[in-house]
């Protein structure tokens, strides 16, 4: 057994707050909906579709802020957020620019524009070994931006099914003729989809419009890495004039994390000079907010004139920019890059850890347990904070309140974020995270697959895990349901 540590030695005492509230928010409303009138019906209605789909969102406080439990689910990889250095820092930069209003007062094609929020965007560019960046007051819309003014009538996109739902969302308001998804990091289906856009597409053929790629550099859901190189080389394979085809990629999960000084995965296979956008976010492990586009002047050209999240929309004032300014100082500093290297020892750790537990090699043929980067890990060169946690549909619920009950916090992730009948765990691994946490996070993983083996093979009388179980009496005293209720 781990040692356990000072606040989590007993675990969260079951459901916890956040966990009680979601469950609560899932059950159907009926009788009430009646009386309403009919525009809050209508809404009450399509919401009991999420209610009883069990996928309502709701608004609460994570456990690892009220019961301070292992972060395993925050977006702070670099911990410059939860450590205090991105909060000194950032002071430090107001005190060195006390002059400014919070606001920006307009539009940036108005008077919303000042000198400090360009000098920001050359920093961006200069660390990203790029002509201009463009900042944007989110990654959501900076993809909107990218997708809504990039591609011109004509020009056809292929993306990877896995992108993001601000890829989607861009994509659709695009004036492309055609998007074509292809299957998850798979260079052959990619290889195949654009020989098929060059058979088809007489004007592309003829190097008139352009195919455009969207792909992102660590996938969220997944946990992966784009294979960048491979898809270029399959590109210039198929198109003799390899220009035909332009990759814009999605950094948000990799910025600061990887590449040198955590400039990402683009910088890190030294292919800035070959891909035309690379998009930066910086409310994960940059610790601030916004994101920024990083490509040549024509891009940020278009991105100006057509990208209606970039026209219609104030600036963003000088302390939102200082953030970011902040973020850029403390990434390329020793302690960041002991960060990245601990993240990447913290993850080695975790596979290490799987791989030598007796119960891995029956818990995976079992499906017990399924973890798509199992595969080849000890060959690889780089290891993501994302860890996906598959099981069998059904158990998903039961492993997250086991999880909880031992005070790692992980999220378990459902559709419409991921596909119907992918139900995973997700835990994402932080530089503040401890060999200690590694140990009790797969210690929990195993005592739960015992529990559950158990189970399924009748050397128990219960039928449900112990955590669950908790969760459940709860529910049926309150007299609620779903959230893979089982009754003992
Ligand atoms: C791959 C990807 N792109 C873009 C975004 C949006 O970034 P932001 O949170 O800055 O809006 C996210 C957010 O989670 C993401 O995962």
Redesign the pocket.
Known sequence: MVALMENNDSGIILPSEDLAIRVKDHQLHHEAMMALPTFYRNLEEALNVRRAGQNLYSVVTSTIHTWGAIDFCSGDVLSLGTSGAQRAEFLAELARNPNFTPGSGGARLMDGNYSYLEQTERIIAQFHGAETALVLG???EA?GAIWTAIPRPGDVILYDEMV?A?THEGMKNSLAIRHLPFLHNNVEAFRNTLAEVLDSQPLIKQGKRSVIVAV?AIY?MEGDICPLKEFFDAAKEVFVNGESVQFVV?E??SVGIIGPNGAGLVCELELQKEVAIVMH?F?KAMAAGG?AVVCNSTARAALVNFAKSFIYTTAPGLPFVAAIRSAYKLVADKPAQEARERVQNLARRFYQEVASHPLWPIAERKGFLNLPQMDGWEERSIYTHIIMIHTRDKYTWWLYYQLLSASCCAYPVHHPVVPIGRSQIRAILHSSNTEEHIERLTDTIFRWVEEVMDIEEGRVAQKVPVAARTVYEWMEKEGLNGFGLVRD
Request: charged residues 15%; negative net charge.
């Open positions: 989110s990654g959501y993809n993001h601000s992102e969220s999605d948000a999960h976010s409310g994101a």
